[in-house]
């Protein structure tokens, strides 16, 4: 099968004149929203590995104030998130597990530290190689600063993060500036390409639901999980999003051993976050068809429109629904919207 991979090599994309666009100073590129005055850009973003099963783990800490979450297939039908931190710092996040293949993709991706509990043997061969190896953070040899157990709740599931612990160690260790984070575009009002309403998306993977309602008097949408709202630990409020995106991605089949339940092993899954796709976004109530592209291992995936021109996020946060393409839907997945 020719993979997504392929075929943008085969039609390579060349991006408009003054693309990527500059941002104004304390602007963060990952939101197009101002900089807190008391934080700077002097180090990169952090990605955390937070579990999303079982439900126990729910309402997870920190998870709605990341700028941007990528929710993903695990295994077993299973999702997790990788959720990235630049603007905000919250007290601890978690809680935290291992990280996945799709961490491999992320980690050039935004430039950023990765923060996670362990990973299988195979996973972490593949980070352990990488040239970003310096900027993990692995549970699995670090303890306290860095990462706490919480004993009022069951282990594995009460690991979590001082994320300023994080960003201080990195700053020591001589990580004190912001990669290129270019890419991106922002705008308060709707862009045009619209293809119809967009009140309520659901996406069904094997395991969960997840649903985002559109709340007009804020122009936010709001996120649920298997039928109930998902809150954040922290604040008690519920997960909310600027803009939300159906990412379709081949999801290739790896021999890599995750996990073992009830007898059943569970091997790792490699999604490809490279080449292009496409992909649905929703803001302000209405869904647009999309392209997503990434040309560069250390550059952000990228939206455009069918005219070739950079999609326009709304700012705030930025929630990736990762999913496999229609045509290979299996075990009632679906994606729904309304």
Do not use: C
Not at 279 to 306: F, H, K, M, S, V
Request: aromatic letters at 12%.
């Amino acid at each position: 099968m020719t993979t997504l991979t392929a075929r943008a090599q085969e039609t390579p994309f060349v991006p408009p004149l003054g693309y990527p666009p500059a941002f104004a100073p304390g602007i963060n590129p990952l939101t197009g929203l101002p900089l807190d005055e008391s934080r700077t850009f002097s180090f990169p973003p952090l990605i955390v590995k937070v579990s999303n099963a079982p439900d126990v783990v729910r309402p997870q800490a920190g998870i709605g104030m990341a700028d941007v979450v990528f929710e993903h297939y695990a295994e077993g039908g299973l999702t997790r998130f990788s959720a990235i931190y630049y603007s905000e710092l919250p007290a601890r996040i978690g809680s935290v597990r291992s990280a996945r293949l799709i961490d491999n993709e992320l980690t050039p991706m935004f430039g950023a530290l990765l923060a996670y509990s362990g990973a299988s043997p195979g996973t972490e061969a593949v980070l352990s190689a990488a040239d970003y190896a310096p900027r993990l953070f692995s549970g699995y040899f670090l303890g306290a600063p860095f990462f706490v157990r919480d004993f009022a709740i069951a282990a594995p599931n009460n690991l979590f993060i001082d994320p300023a612990q994080i960003w201080a160690a990195a700053q020591a260790d001589g990580y004190t500036s912001a990669p290129d984070l270019r890419g991106w575009v922002f705008a308060f009002d709707p862009p045009p390409g619209e293809s119809g309403p967009a009140a309520v998306l659901d996406v069904q993977y094997t395991d969960n639901r997840v649903s985002w309602a559109y709340d007009e008097a804020l122009a936010l949408y709001r996120r649920s999980d298997d039928g109930l709202p998902h809150s954040d630990a922290l604040t008690g409020m519920q997960v909310a999003a600027s803009t939300v995106v159906v990412l379709y991605a081949d999801h290739l089949p790896t021999t890599i051993e995750e996990g073992v339940w009830n007898g059943q092993p569970y091997y790792g899954i490699d999604i490809v976050l490279s080449g292009e796709g496409q992909a649905i976004a929703l803001r302000n109530g209405r869904q647009y068809p999309l392209t997503w592209r990434r040309a560069e291992r250390e550059g952000l995936l990228t939206l455009w429109t069918a005219d070739g021109q950079p999609f326009a996020l709304k700012p705030g946060k930025t929630w990736f629904q990762v999913f496999p393409p229609p045509a290979v839907w299996q075990g009632g997945e679906f994606v729904s919207i309304q």
